[in-house]
């Protein structure tokens, strides 16, 4: 079980087409593949996926930071020293999507080591997860178009729509499309990646009252103080913290402060080490959760799976799960699917995934 190298693969598969919200863009997956060895023979794996305009991490900075310093710091301690391992790696700030990756790699290999799933290790609730889709902005026929495909190709029947635009109009009227197309019985939900105002959030959430929202994320930036806690206070559905809160100190901070009533969970930006705590916290202080989505690949889906099929807080509602589906193709030898709305966590130990060497070959970058 002892920890023999780190590797920090950068590569890069395009999407079918740009996936855009209110603080950035996504157009190919320049993501990190981190696999670590054991001298048993064993390789864990797990992917990090920059987001620059969410925590300033580059694709070339999460392989430099894994490889100069994190590496080091890891080689040579056992898979079962994973407290310790994060009491090294956390002297050095930020970084969050390349501690998550190396995290992870680590539980996927113990899980190969110990002949057990990661879903199992982390608390074994349920084998899967109902899933929701995130809709990045369009025009209102195009982003409702993709929402029927996703309803009538995988059965999904939850969505998180990107708002924030100006005037606000322009994001109310998609969700209004959304809901007239969709029926009622479908779960909608709004993300404005701070893009609005105090007063413009509180000006869309009434125009949008009728249509049955159920969750409002990060509409206004967490750092507007008092404008946010004011916002809070006057909404009837829970505000869910998600850049504004990575590390569990963040959420207690959201949670008492009253800047956020729900938290997003990030296996890309917690690990599986992390959002266990921070699940505990949610489930200590009785806020909700959601398995959030860093726009990640199906190795980053099957860790977000893996991760909340772990526990019953985290399973209870749909886990944003499906974007993988926007990519052209995958690293994955079997690909992972949606069916029914639904996402099961892989069979097999650890994650249950394995990297094909081909598709390796031909995406990555070094
Ligand atoms: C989300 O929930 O905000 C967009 C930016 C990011 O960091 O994650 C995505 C999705
Ligand atoms: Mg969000």
Same mark, same amino acid.
């Given at each position: ?59 070339? &900075? ?7 310093? =994190? ?28 501690? /998550? ?9 113990? &899980? ?12 074994? =609730? ?9 809709? $990045? ?44 197309? *969709? &029926? ?14 105090? /007063? ?14 159920? *969750? ?27 850049? /504004? ?8 901070? /959201? ?28 489930? $200590? ?13 199906? *190795? ?23 974007? =993988? ?14 069916? $029914? ?18 598709? *390796? ?6």
């Amino acid at each position: 079980m002892k920890i023999t190298q780190v590797e920090a693969i950068p590569f890069a598969i395009p999407y079918r087409k740009p996936l855009r919200f209110a603080s950035g863009e996504v157009r190919t997956a320049e993501h990190v593949l981190v696999r670590v060895h054991t001298d048993d023979g064993v390789v864990g794996v797990a992917e990090a996926p920059p987001r620059p305009f969410t925590y300033g991490e580059t694709q070339a &900075g999460i392989i430099a930071v894994i490889r100069d310093v =994190f590496a080091p710091q890891v080689v040579g301690s056992t898979l079962t020293q994973g407290e310790a391992i994060g009491a090294r790696i956390a002297r050095t700030v930020g970084n969050p999507a390349a501690k /998550s990756a190396l995290d992870m790699a680590m539980w996927d290999a113990l &899980g190969r080591t110990l002949g057990l799933q990661v879903t199992e290790l982390l608390g074994g =609730f349920t084998d899967r997860m109902r899933v929701t889709h995130m809709l $990045g902005f369009d025009e209102p026929a195009a982003m409702v178009a993709e929402a029927e495909r996703m309803r009538d190709v995988h059965g999904i029947t939850a969505f998180k729509v990107k708002v924030g635009r100006r005037p606000v109009q322009l994001d109310t009227a998609v969700v209004r499309a959304l809901r007239e197309a *969709l &029926g009622a019985e479908v779960e909608l939900y709004v993300d404005g990646n701070r893009g609005w105002s105090a /007063s413009e959030s509180a000006r869309a959430m009434r125009e949008m009252a009728d249509l049955g929202l159920t *969750l409002a994320e990060e509409l206004n930036p967490a750092d507007d103080v008092l404008g946010r806690r004011w916002l809070v206070q006057q909404l009837d559905v829970p505000f869910v913290a998600d850049e /504004s809160a990575p590390t569990p100190a963040d959420v207690t901070r /959201s949670l008492l402060d009253g800047a956020a009533t729900a938290i997003s969970i990030k296996t890309a930006r917690t690990g599986f080490t992390g959002s266990r705590r921070v699940h505990h916290l949610a489930e $200590g202080l009785g806020a909700e959760v959601v398995m959030g989505n860093q726009i990640d690949g199906q *190795l980053g889906s099957a860790c977000t799976v893996a991760f909340g099929s772990a526990f019953e807080l985290t399973s209870r509602r749909p886990g944003e799960l499906s974007n =993988f589906l926007d990519m052209t193709d995958d690293l994955l030898t079997e690909p992972l699917e949606i069916t $029914g709305g639904e996402l099961r966590v892989r069979q097999g130990t650890g994650l249950g995934v394995e990297i094909d060497a081909e598709k *390796l070959a031909r995406y990555r970058q070094d």
